[in-house]
């Protein structure tokens, strides 16, 4: 099949979704390809902070003011996204005070609101740190919902005009001169190929983007960083609690609706297809998160998980912590000769707006047009229409009646006419999509208990593609990478529970 477009986009992380609907809401015609679904890499494997900035304060006054901006921005046009908790940097005996007094001036510098809290207030509004910690630093962290915010951007640039291809790899480009005359590229589900004719192509891979850029010809300089995290199975506070030191490993507890993610590593990744949480970084993620919330050396945790950072970096540095977390916006046109591709690559996720912002400009005055953003100015369109987190959370300390019909998911209430009306409006291609647009597995039981209702469902509908009991050993695999990493205590017992279920039940073997 041939398309054409003005604009190809490579990408579908929030980056990739952020530009479609900043292009759309400009009327510039763009598509979208991405190899899995929306948020398959970094997007969807991040630990859910809402910066405020001050985890870069001191070592990146850049990236901290974008982040602060960036904040602001988003409880105007996102509020339904966000659970503004505010964040507490705890400083313990071992930290001393030295590092807290920089970080309140580079606050300050950046434009941060940041309130000294004496030990005792810190402790009335979070009774559940360290009782020894010598004072905090209160910033407006929060905690942020990256599905929602990605999937509401690419349904607004759809409404707005702009196209998508999901589950579609590029397999090589077609150079004509100084310029990529086009693509081809293959649905990884059903097999059809396509040829894709753009006058501009937006790299918005993340850390597969010299892997783009390799069939070009190109290449940028590029640190991939794998940064483990753990979820606890239930919420360990109602802030986001930082260590007021220099950045380091398991320096941060981010609540997230019912739980609590612990984080996060920092290590240097070769491969960004296979990577896993080892028991070393579980121990030392728990070790030092315990420093702040003694609490978590019992609390039960209920999967791991990793994502690939991709840092931009001009020259090779040793410590990937010391490379900045701000964006790089690459024109190949100047560096290479390309004239019309573009790399936006690092950032961190509540960047996303400003880097699409800045892609956008940037094609704007390649195509010698001149219209602004709005994107900053335009809320998302759940914005007022759903209800915000804490709403969601309040609703979820209330038991849904059961007359109110089945429910599929007991971890997060969530009943079957909800996911109904969901399958009827959405375009699926397979499990996970629905995953990533509903509640669905996202509780303590990680799936055990609601996955083979969700497959029965689809039967139900005949929305069932292939081979169910296939599919849902694939999920169970899936699920195994992430719970076996933290596998001991009453997890393991409910582990040993859910494995005679399946085998007893759906007589899955090995």
């Known amino acids: ?74 409880r105007k046009i996102a509020p339904h996204c966000i659970e503004t908790t505010d964040g507490f940097f705890v400083s313990l005996p071992e930290d001393g005070l030295e590092f807290r007094d920089r970080f309140l001036k580079a606050c300050e510098k950046a434009g941060i609101p940041a309130t000294l809290l004496t030990r005792d207030d810190a402790l009335a509004l979070e ?52 310029r ?53 199975n239930q919420r360990m506070s109602h802030r986001v609690i930082n260590r007021c030191r220099p950045s380091s490993d398991g320096d941060i507890i981010v609540p997230n609706e019912t739980v609590s993610i612990l984080g996060t590593t920092s290590v240097r990744s070769e491969d960004v297809e296979n990577f896993e949480v080892t028991p070393e970084e579980v121990d030392l993620l728990i070790l030092e998160t315990s420093r702040m919330i003694p609490k978590i050396k019992e609390t039960r945790l209920i999967r791991a998980y990793a994502g690939i950072r991709p840092l931009f970096q001009s020259e090779e540095q040793d410590d990937d912590r010391s490379i900045s977390r701000g964006f790089a916006l690459i024109d190949h046109g100047k560096r290479d000769g390309v004239e019309n591709l573009i790399t936006i690559t690092g950032g961190k996720f509540v960047t996303y707006r400003l880097m699409a912002e800045k892609v956008s400009d940037l094609l704007c005055q390649k195509m010698g047009i001149s219209v602004s953003c709005s994107t900053h100015l335009k809320p998302l369109p759940g914005a007022g229409k759903y209800p915000s987190l804490p709403e969601r959370l309040k609703k979820m300390g209330h038991l849904i ?93 409910e582990e040993e529970l859910l494995e005679s279920i399946y085998k007893g039940i759906f007589n899955l073997g090995p």
């Open 1 to 74: 099949m041939k398309i054409q477009t003005e604009v190809l986009i490579i990408g579908g992380g929030a980056t990739g979704a952020g530009i479609s609907r900043d292009l759309s809401l400009r009327g510039i015609p763009s598509l979208l390809v991405e190899k899995g679904d929306f948020l398959s890499g970094a997007s969807g494997r991040n630990h859910g902070l809402f910066h405020s900035g001050g985890r870069y304060a001191v070592s990146d006054p850049e990236a901290a003011r974008e982040c602060i901006e960036e904040n602001r921005i988003h």
């Open 127 to 178: 009774p559940g740190i360290h009782p020894d910690i010598l004072s905090a630093v209160k910033v407006p962290d929060g905690a942020i919902d990256p599905f929602t915010l990605v999937l509401e951007n690419a349904r607004d640039a759809e409404k707005n005009g702009a196209k998508f291809l999901l589950h579609t790899g590029i397999t090589s480009l077609d150079m004509e001169g100084g």
């Open 180 to 232: 990529v005359k086009g693509v081809r590229a293959k649905d990884l589900i059903h097999g059809e190929e396509y040829s894709i004719e753009a006058s501009y192509l937006i790299n918005a891979t993340g850390a597969w983007a010299n892997q783009f850029l390799r069939l070009a010809g190109l290449r940028i300089g590029m640190a991939l960083s794998k940064g483990s995290l753990l979820i606890t």
């Open 401 to 493: 009646s059961p007359e109110k019909g089945e429910i599929l998911c007991d971890c997060e209430l969530i009943q079957r006419a909800e996911v109904e009306r969901f399958l009827k409006e959405e375009k699926v291609k397979g499990l996970q999509d629905i995953l990533h647009r509903t509640r669905l597995a996202k509780g303590t039981c990680q799936g055990g208990f609601c996955i083979y209702r969700l497959l029965g469902l689809l039967h139900d509908l005949r929305m069932a593609e292939g081979d169910s009991n296939e599919v849902l050993k694939g999920f169970l695999e899936e699920r195994w990478r992430g719970i076996r990493p933290v596998l001991w205590g009453t997890a393991l017992k």
